[in-house]
T-cell receptor
Framework: GAVVSQHPSRVICKSGTSVKIECRSL??????MFWYRQFPKKSLMLMAT?????????EQGVEKDKFLINHASLTLSTLTVTSAHPEDSSFYIC????????????FGPGTRLLVL | RKEVEQDPGPFNVPEGATVAFNCTYS??????FFWYRQDCRKEPKLLMS???SGNEDGRFTAQLNRASQYISLLIRDSKLSDSATYLC????????????FGKGTRLSVIA
Protein backbone atom coordinates (compact mmCIF):
# COMPACT_ATOMS: atom_id res chain seq x y z
CA GLY A 1 0.00 0.00 0.00
CA ALA A 2 0.87 3.64 -0.29
CA VAL A 3 3.34 4.94 2.27
CA VAL A 4 3.56 8.33 3.88
CA SER A 5 6.56 9.24 5.98
CA GLN A 6 6.88 11.98 8.53
CA HIS A 7 9.92 13.51 10.16
CA PRO A 8 10.80 13.96 12.93
CA SER A 9 8.82 11.40 14.88
CA ARG A 10 9.36 13.21 18.13
CA VAL A 11 10.61 16.64 19.08
CA ILE A 12 11.11 18.47 22.32
CA CYS A 13 11.75 22.18 22.12
CA LYS A 14 11.82 25.29 24.25
CA SER A 15 8.96 27.73 24.24
CA GLY A 16 9.39 30.37 21.54
CA THR A 17 11.26 28.23 19.04
CA SER A 18 9.92 27.11 15.68
CA VAL A 19 9.57 23.49 14.67
CA LYS A 20 9.35 22.15 11.13
CA ILE A 21 7.66 18.85 10.38
CA GLU A 22 8.06 17.15 7.00
CA CYS A 23 5.54 14.89 5.34
CA ARG A 24 6.43 12.84 2.28
CA SER A 25 4.47 10.53 0.05
CA LEU A 26 6.94 7.79 -0.81
CA UNK A 27 5.45 5.91 -3.71
CA UNK A 28 2.79 8.17 -5.13
CA UNK A 29 2.26 11.79 -5.98
CA UNK A 30 -0.01 13.80 -3.78
CA UNK A 31 -1.35 17.10 -5.03
CA UNK A 32 -3.13 17.42 -1.73
CA MET A 33 -1.97 16.62 1.77
CA PHE A 34 -3.76 17.17 5.04
CA TRP A 35 -2.46 18.16 8.45
CA TYR A 36 -4.17 16.99 11.60
CA ARG A 37 -3.61 17.48 15.30
CA GLN A 38 -4.68 15.16 18.07
CA PHE A 39 -4.58 15.87 21.79
CA PRO A 40 -4.44 12.96 24.25
CA LYS A 41 -7.65 10.94 24.31
CA LYS A 42 -9.27 13.33 21.86
CA SER A 43 -10.33 12.85 18.28
CA LEU A 44 -8.37 13.79 15.20
CA MET A 45 -8.78 17.43 14.24
CA LEU A 46 -8.13 18.68 10.73
CA MET A 47 -5.94 21.78 10.78
CA ALA A 48 -5.41 22.53 7.12
CA THR A 49 -5.39 21.22 3.58
CA UNK A 50 -2.08 21.62 1.80
CA UNK A 51 -2.22 22.12 -1.94
CA UNK A 52 0.82 21.69 -4.15
CA UNK A 53 1.82 24.95 -5.73
CA UNK A 54 -0.79 27.07 -3.99
CA UNK A 55 -1.79 28.35 -0.57
CA UNK A 56 -3.04 26.02 2.09
CA UNK A 57 -6.64 26.10 3.23
CA UNK A 58 -6.95 26.43 6.99
CA GLU A 59 -9.84 25.23 9.13
CA GLN A 60 -11.69 27.68 11.27
CA GLY A 61 -9.78 28.59 14.38
CA VAL A 62 -6.37 27.55 13.06
CA GLU A 63 -3.97 30.49 12.72
CA LYS A 64 -2.25 30.45 9.36
CA ASP A 65 0.61 32.63 10.63
CA LYS A 66 1.18 30.26 13.51
CA PHE A 67 1.11 27.08 11.46
CA LEU A 68 2.94 27.68 8.20
CA ILE A 69 2.38 25.15 5.48
CA ASN A 70 4.46 24.74 2.36
CA HIS A 71 3.70 22.19 -0.33
CA ALA A 72 6.46 22.79 -2.83
CA SER A 73 6.43 19.45 -4.60
CA LEU A 74 4.09 16.58 -5.33
CA THR A 75 5.71 14.46 -2.63
CA LEU A 76 6.53 16.90 0.15
CA SER A 77 4.55 19.15 2.45
CA THR A 78 5.96 20.87 5.52
CA LEU A 79 4.25 22.25 8.60
CA THR A 80 6.14 24.81 10.68
CA VAL A 81 4.87 25.56 14.15
CA THR A 82 6.18 29.07 14.74
CA SER A 83 6.99 30.43 18.19
CA ALA A 84 5.78 27.25 19.81
CA HIS A 85 4.16 27.37 23.24
CA PRO A 86 3.35 24.56 25.67
CA GLU A 87 -0.26 24.52 24.50
CA ASP A 88 0.99 23.55 21.03
CA SER A 89 2.24 20.27 22.46
CA SER A 90 0.31 17.62 20.59
CA PHE A 91 0.46 14.76 18.11
CA TYR A 92 0.68 16.16 14.58
CA ILE A 93 -0.23 13.80 11.78
CA CYS A 94 -0.07 14.37 8.05
CA UNK A 95 -2.04 12.52 5.47
CA UNK A 96 -1.93 12.23 1.72
CA UNK A 97 -4.48 11.05 -0.75
CA UNK A 98 -3.63 8.57 -3.48
CA UNK A 99 -6.27 9.45 -6.00
CA UNK A 100 -5.48 6.43 -8.11
CA UNK A 101 -6.79 4.26 -5.26
CA UNK A 102 -10.34 5.53 -5.00
CA UNK A 103 -9.21 8.48 -2.96
CA UNK A 104 -7.95 6.43 -0.07
CA UNK A 105 -6.17 8.61 2.42
CA UNK A 106 -2.98 7.37 4.08
CA PHE A 107 -1.47 8.75 7.24
CA GLY A 108 2.10 9.41 8.23
CA PRO A 109 3.28 7.96 11.54
CA GLY A 110 2.86 11.29 13.26
CA THR A 111 5.12 13.71 15.10
CA ARG A 112 4.87 14.08 18.82
CA LEU A 113 5.71 17.64 19.82
CA LEU A 114 6.47 18.64 23.38
CA VAL A 115 7.08 22.31 24.06
CA LEU A 116 8.67 23.05 27.40
CA ARG B 1 -26.15 17.37 13.50
CA LYS B 2 -22.57 16.15 13.21
CA GLU B 3 -21.41 15.00 9.79
CA VAL B 4 -20.33 11.57 11.00
CA GLU B 5 -21.61 10.17 14.27
CA GLN B 6 -20.40 7.17 16.19
CA ASP B 7 -21.00 5.75 19.63
CA PRO B 8 -17.73 6.52 21.47
CA GLY B 9 -17.95 3.38 23.59
CA PRO B 10 -15.94 1.92 25.16
CA PHE B 11 -17.05 -1.52 24.13
CA ASN B 12 -15.51 -4.08 26.47
CA VAL B 13 -15.89 -7.59 25.06
CA PRO B 14 -14.34 -10.97 25.86
CA GLU B 15 -12.05 -12.71 23.42
CA GLY B 16 -13.98 -14.61 20.79
CA ALA B 17 -17.02 -12.37 20.97
CA THR B 18 -18.68 -10.74 17.99
CA VAL B 19 -19.00 -6.98 18.17
CA ALA B 20 -20.67 -4.48 15.86
CA PHE B 21 -20.11 -0.76 15.46
CA ASN B 22 -22.49 1.60 13.79
CA CYS B 23 -22.04 4.97 12.20
CA THR B 24 -24.39 7.48 10.60
CA TYR B 25 -23.53 10.28 8.21
CA SER B 26 -25.50 13.39 7.40
CA UNK B 27 -24.51 14.23 3.83
CA UNK B 28 -26.59 12.17 1.43
CA UNK B 29 -24.21 13.09 -1.40
CA UNK B 30 -21.32 11.28 0.28
CA UNK B 31 -19.49 9.12 -2.18
CA UNK B 32 -17.12 6.76 -0.45
CA PHE B 33 -16.81 5.25 2.96
CA PHE B 34 -14.08 3.69 5.05
CA TRP B 35 -13.25 2.23 8.41
CA TYR B 36 -9.91 3.19 9.92
CA ARG B 37 -8.29 1.79 13.02
CA GLN B 38 -6.20 3.85 15.42
CA ASP B 39 -4.08 2.32 18.14
CA CYS B 40 -3.09 4.31 21.20
CA ARG B 41 -0.48 6.96 20.35
CA LYS B 42 -0.33 5.85 16.72
CA GLU B 43 -1.65 7.19 13.44
CA PRO B 44 -4.95 5.97 11.92
CA LYS B 45 -4.59 3.09 9.48
CA LEU B 46 -7.03 2.07 6.81
CA LEU B 47 -8.89 -1.06 7.85
CA MET B 48 -11.23 -1.41 4.91
CA SER B 49 -13.30 0.45 2.39
CA UNK B 50 -17.06 0.05 2.55
CA UNK B 51 -19.03 -0.80 -0.56
CA UNK B 52 -22.76 -0.71 -1.21
CA SER B 53 -22.82 -4.44 -1.73
CA GLY B 54 -21.08 -5.01 1.60
CA ASN B 55 -17.63 -6.48 1.86
CA GLU B 56 -15.75 -8.88 4.02
CA ASP B 57 -12.08 -9.18 4.93
CA GLY B 58 -11.40 -12.14 7.15
CA ARG B 59 -13.14 -11.56 10.47
CA PHE B 60 -14.27 -8.08 9.47
CA THR B 61 -17.46 -7.29 7.58
CA ALA B 62 -18.47 -3.80 6.55
CA GLN B 63 -21.88 -2.77 5.27
CA LEU B 64 -23.37 0.40 3.85
CA ASN B 65 -27.00 1.42 3.74
CA ARG B 66 -27.26 4.52 1.60
CA ALA B 67 -30.99 4.93 2.13
CA SER B 68 -30.51 5.13 5.90
CA GLN B 69 -27.08 6.80 5.65
CA TYR B 70 -25.70 4.15 7.89
CA ILE B 71 -22.43 2.20 7.94
CA SER B 72 -21.55 -0.77 10.08
CA LEU B 73 -18.50 -2.82 10.99
CA LEU B 74 -18.79 -6.33 12.37
CA ILE B 75 -15.85 -8.07 14.01
CA ARG B 76 -16.16 -11.79 14.57
CA ASP B 77 -14.07 -13.91 16.92
CA SER B 78 -12.50 -10.86 18.58
CA LYS B 79 -8.80 -11.00 19.38
CA LEU B 80 -6.91 -9.09 22.03
CA SER B 81 -5.08 -7.35 19.19
CA ASP B 82 -8.36 -5.91 17.92
CA SER B 83 -8.36 -3.49 20.86
CA ALA B 84 -8.20 -0.03 19.31
CA THR B 85 -10.34 2.92 18.30
CA TYR B 86 -12.33 2.39 15.12
CA LEU B 87 -12.98 5.48 13.03
CA CYS B 88 -15.86 5.77 10.61
CA UNK B 89 -14.80 7.90 7.65
CA UNK B 90 -16.80 9.47 4.85
CA UNK B 91 -15.74 11.20 1.66
CA UNK B 92 -18.33 13.86 0.96
CA UNK B 93 -16.92 14.98 -2.33
CA UNK B 94 -14.40 13.95 -4.92
CA UNK B 95 -11.25 15.89 -5.61
CA UNK B 96 -9.22 17.47 -2.89
CA UNK B 97 -11.66 17.78 -0.02
CA UNK B 98 -10.55 16.00 3.14
CA UNK B 99 -12.22 12.90 4.43
CA UNK B 100 -14.61 13.46 7.31
CA PHE B 101 -13.80 11.42 10.37
CA GLY B 102 -16.10 10.31 13.13
CA LYS B 103 -14.77 10.65 16.65
CA GLY B 104 -14.21 6.93 16.87
CA THR B 105 -15.48 3.98 18.87
CA ARG B 106 -13.16 2.47 21.43
CA LEU B 107 -12.97 -1.31 21.64
CA SER B 108 -11.27 -3.28 24.39
CA VAL B 109 -11.07 -7.02 23.97
CA ILE B 110 -10.49 -8.71 27.30
CA ALA B 111 -8.88 -12.09 27.93
Amino acid sequence: GAVVSQHPSRVICKSGTSVKIECRSLDFQATTMFWYRQFPKKSLMLMATSNEGSKATYEQGVEKDKFLINHASLTLSTLTVTSAHPEDSSFYICSARDQSLQETQYFGPGTRLLVL
Amino acid sequence: RKEVEQDPGPFNVPEGATVAFNCTYSNSASQSFFWYRQDCRKEPKLLMSVYSSGNEDGRFTAQLNRASQYISLLIRDSKLSDSATYLCVVNTNSGNTPLVFGKGTRLSVIA
